[in-house]
């Protein structure tokens, strides 16, 4: 659990500011589920830069609450959780100071987005929550005030956690929250998962990975773990002491997802055989006169692939349908109308295209993205603004880096196929 915070404070002598105005966002890592937003009467005088700053000035604060009167809902919201601010340790030692002055001693456990952003976006020009954010495309409004810089460090810290592929943060998290053995059994664990698409981990005591699958239906999936009887089962329900979760909307996210972090994190209990992507495609060849002919063979490294497969059978039987689909005229394997081809490749190949392909997001008003470059995977994000689609520095930015492969090919061309809400945009 996590508190998105933001503190605005009078200014002043190091350790004699006073807290003006306070927005705190409980934050369950998928979802807010609680926050408090308040003025707050600091009994002191504001610094007349942060008057120009923020535009929050003495009058309006005479009527606000004071410290003493919030502090007891500070610490019910923040009980538990995990202190995440835009320069964590200037927020966290204003609200001790206040504390100590109340005779009360407050300790939580801190994040800080600056850090996290410099580790995960280097190549950052900034890392300001202002510049940051608009590098990245993330809308923000009221700017300097509690609240507004309080949702922009939550979609930042949102952002973070995607494209904390290593699980460095989680990780850190859960080895500080399990000092010793869990008590809590495995069907409370399935209790608070969602029953949702998405990327599931399978966390030990110290919360190393131990498993990562993904599932359509997350709680469905976990439970089944804790309830079959196999090898692998038994191993899971003796280690598992945490499950966490990313949930992604799209099904395609989801396996990218799974197969990109299963390799980069090598966790012990999934398969270690090595994926060698696709063995058959149907390829488009050319004749002298320049008609296009579609064939499926055994892939060799051909140029203009319509599709990739694990078997000649599979092959054969999507040529077959592609060819009812568009009409395809003449011998199956004989000469076809050019311009069809090209709309089937259009519709079902990512070979050496720079595209964007665009499917369900984790909310309403989301889209999943994931941008292929020279055909290869090259990452995956969620957007909610036509302009981060249009404008490809931003979309580079926002999207979590991969390293696609000839597996990561094969499951999106094999998505194209099955999914007919699945949209290709062409980035050239």
Same mark, same amino acid.
Do not use: A, G, P
């Given at each position: 659990m996590y508190a998105i915070l933001d503190i605005e404070s009078t200014g002043g002598k190091y350790n004699e500011e006073g807290i003006m105005e306070i927005a705190i966002h409980r934050f369950d890592g998928h979802k807010v589920v609680d926050k408090f937003i308040s003025l707050i009467n600091p009994e002191r005088d504001i610094q007349p830069f942060v008057v120009n700053l923020t535009g929050i000035n003495n009058k309006m604060l005479v009527t606000a609450p004071k410290f003493h009167e919030v502090a007891k809902r500070i610490i019910e919201i923040t009980d538990g959780a995990v202190l995440v601010a835009h320069n964590a340790q200037f927020d966290y030692r204003i609200l001790r100071t206040e504390f100590r002055r109340l005779g009360y001693d407050?300790?939580?456990r801190s994040l800080c987005t600056v850090d996290l952003s410099k580790k995960l976006i280097p190549e950052a020009e900034s890392h300001s929550l202002g510049k940051l954010v608009r590098s990245l495309g993330i809308a923000v409004s009221d700017r300097h005030r509690a609240n507004g810089d309080a949702l922009a460090t939550l979609k930042l810290f949102k952002?973070?956690?995607?494209?904390?592929?290593?699980?460095? &943060? &989680?990780?850190?998290? &859960?080895?500080?929250?399990?000092?010793g053995e869990l008590s809590t059994k495995q069907l409370d664990m399935v209790d608070a998962l969602p029953s949702e698409t998405g990327v599931y981990y399978m966390h030990d005591k110290n919360g190393k990975v131990l498993f990562i699958g993904k599932s359509k239906n997350i709680k469905k999936r976990v439970n089944q773990h804790f309830t079959n009887i196999g090898a692998l089962a038994r191993k899971l329900q003796k280690e598992t002491k945490k499950v966490t979760f990313e949930k992604t909307g799209s099904e395609l996210v989801a396996l990218l997802k799974e197969h990109h972090e299963i390799k980069k994190n090598s966790p012990i209990y999934n398969d270690k055989r090595k994926r060698k992507g696709f063995s058959y495609g149907i390829y488009v060849f050319e004749n002298k006169a320049g008609n296009l002919t579609l064939k499926p063979e055994k892939a060799n490294g051909q140029a203009k692939r319509l599709g990739s497969f694990n078997s000649m059978r599979a092959t054969q039987n999507f040529l077959i349908k592609v060819s009812k689909e568009f009409q395809l005229s003449g011998e199956l394997n004989g000469t076809i109308q050019n311009e069809k081809v090209l709309g089937a490749l259009d519709k079902y190949s990512i070979d050496n295209r720079n595209v964007v392909v665009l499917d369900r997001g984790r909310e309403l008003g989301e889209q999943s993205a994931i941008l292929v470059k020279d055909g290869i995977l090259n990452g995956v994000g969620f957007i909610e603004l036509n302009y981060q689609l249009n404008n490809i520095h931003i979309l580079e930015s926002i999207i979590t880096p991969m390293q696609g492969d000839a597996h990561s090919t094969y499951i999106i061309e094999a998505y194209l196929r099955k999914s007919k809400r699945i949209k290709i945009v062409a980035l050239d």
């Open positions: 407050f300790q939580r952002l973070l956690l995607n494209k904390d592929s290593s699980k460095t &943060i &989680i990780t850190e998290v &859960i080895r500080e929250e399990t000092l």
